[in-house]
């Protein structure tokens, strides 16, 4: 059996979605993968993100972790996303990468890989849910494997019980999060080495 090679893509506002990437990026190592950490391109204009601290200050501390690219996505046999949501879906700066995507979509690359997706929102209910279906969509017109955590582990309940993706608020990662996404990342990566054999 192969050693399956999963890319953890992450867009982050504020670092939550930062931590629970690191977070899948360890379990993942763990589970046996060989894994790229991968922050997605910050978009907005330069004033806009010096105009709130928070937002500059998490700019910064993902520097030096690299930009995703095409190439890593045609890499991969499998992907863990993890953005926060934006009015009810996933924030245009990962949108905007999606969109760069349509070449190697087209020539079948992104196919037969799995997929998994978390998510933050500045409340419960803010459309967290929505975020990882929407997601969930991209994935099926990819023709990737979606590979969401279910009811497969007491961890799951624990987090906040989310069968599609680990989900929390912004702002709101603690252990029994990364419990959750731990499993959610040894899941995908189990699922997709199997796919590879």
Do not use: C
Request: proline share 4%.
């Amino acid at each position: 059996m192969g050693q399956p090679k999963i890319a953890v893509v992450f867009y982050s506002t504020y670092g939550t979605n930062h931590q629970v990437a690191l977070a899948a990026a360890e379990a993942a190592s763990a589970a046996g993968a060989e894994v790229r950490l991968l922050r997605v391109a910050e978009t907005a204009p330069e004033a806009v993100v010096n105009g709130q601290e928070a937002w500059k200050v998490q700019v910064e501390r993902v520097k030096d972790i690299p930009v995703v690219t095409a190439d890593d996505m045609v890499w991969a046999d499998g992907y863990f996303i993890s953005a926060p949501t934006r009015f009810g879906s996933s924030p245009s700066q990962l949108r905007a990468f999606i969109d760069t995507l349509g070449g190697v979509w087209a020539g079948g690359k992104l196919a037969n890989k799995t997929f998994t997706a978390t998510t933050s929102a500045q409340n419960p209910h803010g459309g967290q849910e929505a975020t990882i279906l929407g997601l969930y969509t991209t994935a099926m017109h990819w023709g990737a494997i979606i590979v969401a955590p279910g009811y497969t582990d007491a961890v799951l309940y624990e987090a906040g019980g989310n069968p599609y993706g680990f989900s929390t608020e912004a702002g709101k990662f603690d252990d029994k999060g990364r419990a959750a996404v731990a499993h959610q990342a040894k899941r995908l990566v189990e699922v997709t080495a199997k796919l590879i054999a």
